[in-house]
Each structure stands twice: as C-alpha cells, then as structure tokens.
C-alpha cells in the first residue's frame, strides 16, 4: 500500500509536473506555483530529506516561470528544466544550493534526462535539444520538422536516450497528429520506428533497462495504449481493467497511474496499478485518498521505492510504497 509522508503546504494554485530520484532515500519533485492566478507563475521543487518533503529555496528570476522536468543521476546532481518568457528554464542543484544556467535558445523546453554529470539533455518543441557536455551546452538537431514535438525522454543505460512525442500533418481539418520516436546513441538522434502506432502520439517512455523500455500512446481519443520494448521487438501491454471509467495518464517500469470516475460521475479518483508479469493489479491507497477526487497525478519508481504524488482539494499529497 501507499503510505503519505509530510508535505509543505502549497498554496490552491499549484501545478505538479515530475518526479525523479537518485537511490532509495532522494527525491525531487517539480511543478509551478501561481497557475491560472493574477500573480506571476514561479517554479516549484520539493526534495525529499529522508524524514519529510521540504521546499527548495530557489534562484531569484526575472519574469514568470514554470518547471515542468527534473531528472537525477546523483543526489548532488538534479536537473530541473521549464520555460520562462519563451525562454528555457534550466536549474541545477549541486547538493547544496540551486543555480540557474544559461543555454542558448530553444522552442520550447519539456522534459530532460541526465546519463552523467557530463551528459544531459532537454527536449520540447522545434527540430533542436539542448545538450550539456559538463562544460558547455549545445544546441543539437532532433527532429526532421519543426511541426514536431517531444514530451518524454528516459535514459536506458549504457548513454543511450530514448524521446517521444508527436507531429502534425496535413492542414486545417484535415490536419492530424502523427507520433514520433527517437533515440540517441551517445553521438546523436536517429529516427526509429514506432510499434505500429496509430495516430497521435507518444506520452510517456520509462526505462527499466537497456532492454526493457515502456510506453503510453495517446490515440486522437486520448485513451492510453501501454507497450513493451524488450531490446528486439514491440509488445502491446493490455491496459488495467477496472469496474469504472479509467483513464490512464502515465506508464513506468511497471507501473501506471491515471484517474477513476464512477458512472454518471465527474468525481476522477487516483488510481494506480502495479504489473505482475501477467496483468495490471489495483495498489490500494490510503482510505482518505481513495475516495477523493484528484488531479495532477503523477509517479516514478526507483529499486524498491516507488513515489506517487497528486492533488486534492485539500492539497498536494506525496504517497510512499516500498516494495516488501
């Protein structure tokens, strides 16, 4: 079962975005603050201090902001990445204190993955990545179009990245979206192809080795389609059955999240499932979580430790499972 652990409180206007770790006992969590208010949006990272969840006292800056990654190779090396005045947002955290670098400019920036210290990468919007070789960042070529996008990248090992998202194509009504896959190899991005997917496009990838990579596929009708990769070949994963109208939102290495809803409700409640190797199976939650309605629900999963964190009306809640 998930068990909550302490959280600040976060004023009614908080946004959650990603979770990452670096061992059992470190853990970050980003998001923004001041969505959809009069105020000016700011970035939001809370760290896990082993006892409870605290806020990160971050760099002053100069116009609104928003964070919406965070990837960890060591607990004094996080990369937290966001956007700010159509600017991307990159902030790194050195053990100690939060920085904030500068990088030449891209599109949009959406998700990172750090191999190293020395090897890190932010994906989004338009044909280029931004790449941090421990000295230096370089603006590098991904994508074929700039009709194209990524949302999620996840490192398999060995340096070697995978990123997915989608495309458009076509014009006015007639447009569509198309998904798209790529991997780097440790020198640069190729092009791969995708498991026969249909339209729409990738929205989340999750390593659990070289060998054995999960994705979600969102269709035009925004239901998740769960697939495989075990080093050859392309699985489809059958989604978790469930009595009400399910909708998953996320995949990890054997793990999904997403939202519930009764029938003839609007109520969405938290729901995560753990995969057995044969099916998808229910993790119960807390009694004064279950029944609540959530959004912003999001997990990530590290050896035996797994981080759930959502939403309520009464707050952020951050849950902990440790596997027995």
Same mark, same amino acid.
């Given at each position: 079962?998930?068990?909550?652990?302490?959280?600040?409180?976060?004023?009614?206007?908080?946004?959650?975005?990603?979770?990452?770790?670096?061992?059992?006992?470190?853990?970050?969590?980003?998001?923004?603050?001041?969505?959809?208010?009069?105020?000016?949006?700011?970035?939001?990272?809370?760290?896990?201090?082993?006892?409870?969840?605290?806020?990160?006292?971050?760099?002053?800056?100069?116009?609104?902001?928003?964070?919406?990654?965070?990837?960890?190779?060591?607990?004094?090396?996080?990369?937290?990445?966001?956007?700010?005045?159509?600017?991307?947002?990159?902030?790194?955290?050195?053990?100690?204190?939060?920085?904030?670098?500068?990088?030449?400019?891209?599109?949009?920036?959406?998700?990172?993955?750090?191999?190293?210290?020395?090897?890190?990468?932010?994906?989004?919007?338009?044909?280029?990545?931004?790449?941090?070789?421990?000295?230096?960042?370089?603006?590098?070529?991904?994508?074929?179009?700039?009709?194209?996008?990524?949302?999620?990248?996840?490192?398999?090992?060995?340096?070697?990245?995978?990123?997915?998202?989608?495309?458009?194509?076509?014009?006015? &009504?007639?447009?569509?979206?198309?998904?798209? =896959?790529? $991997? @780097?190899? #440790?020198? *640069? !991005? %190729?092009?791969? +192809?995708? /498991?026969?997917?249909?339209?729409?496009?990738?929205?989340?990838?999750?390593?659990?080795?070289?060998?054995?990579?999960?994705?979600?596929? &969102?269709?035009?009708?925004?239901?998740?389609? =769960?697939? $495989? @990769?075990? #080093?050859? *070949? !392309? %699985?489809?994963? +059958?989604? /978790?059955?469930?009595?009400?109208?399910?909708?998953?939102?996320?995949?990890?290495?054997?793990?999904?999240?997403?939202?519930?809803?009764?029938?003839?409700?609007?109520?969405?409640?938290?729901?995560?499932?753990?995969?057995?190797?044969?099916?998808?199976?229910?993790?119960?939650?807390?009694?004064?979580?279950?029944?609540?309605?959530?959004?912003?629900?999001?997990?990530?999963?590290?050896?035996?430790?797994?981080?759930?964190?959502?939403?309520?009306?009464?707050?952020?809640?951050?849950?902990?499972?440790?596997?027995?």
């Amino acid at each position: 079962m998930f068990r909550p652990v302490p959280v600040p409180a976060l004023p009614p206007s908080t946004a959650l975005a990603d979770l990452a770790t670096a061992g059992e006992d470190h853990a970050w969590l980003v998001g923004t603050t001041g969505v959809f208010t009069s105020r000016p949006s700011s970035p939001l990272v809370l760290r896990w201090t082993g006892d409870t969840w605290h806020e990160e006292p971050l760099p002053d800056l100069p116009a609104p902001a928003s964070l919406s990654g965070v990837a960890a190779t060591a607990p004094d090396d996080v990369w937290a990445v966001g956007n700010s005045s159509g600017h991307p947002l990159v902030l790194h955290y050195d053990g100690t204190t939060w920085h904030t670098l500068t990088t030449p400019p891209m599109t949009w920036a959406k998700a990172v993955a750090a191999t190293a210290p020395d090897d890190v990468h932010v994906v989004g919007a338009g044909r280029d990545g931004l790449h941090w070789n421990g000295a230096t960042w370089h603006l590098r070529p991904v994508l074929s179009s700039a009709r194209e996008h990524l949302r999620t990248i996840t490192h398999t090992g060995h340096g070697e990245l995978w990123a997915g998202g989608g495309g458009l194509a076509g014009v006015g &009504a007639a447009s569509y979206e198309y998904p798209v =896959l790529v $991997r @780097w190899d #440790g020198r *640069t !991005w %190729h092009d791969l +192809p995708d /498991p026969h997917l249909e339209r729409g496009h990738v929205a989340r990838l999750a390593a659990a080795a070289p060998h054995d990579l999960w994705l979600a596929h &969102a269709r035009d009708t925004h239901e998740l389609r =769960l697939h $495989r @990769w075990n #080093g050859a *070949t !392309w %699985h489809e994963v +059958p989604s /978790p059955e469930d009595p009400d109208r399910l909708s998953v939102h996320g995949v990890a290495a054997g793990w999904t999240w997403g939202v519930r809803a009764g029938r003839g409700s609007f109520e969405t409640r938290p729901a995560f499932h753990r995969w057995t190797g044969e099916h998808w199976a229910p993790v119960p939650l807390p009694d004064q979580l279950a029944g609540t309605s959530a959004s912003h629900v999001g997990l990530t999963t590290t050896g035996a430790t797994t981080w759930a964190y959502l939403k309520t009306a009464a707050g952020v809640h951050v849950l902990r499972h440790t596997a027995a």
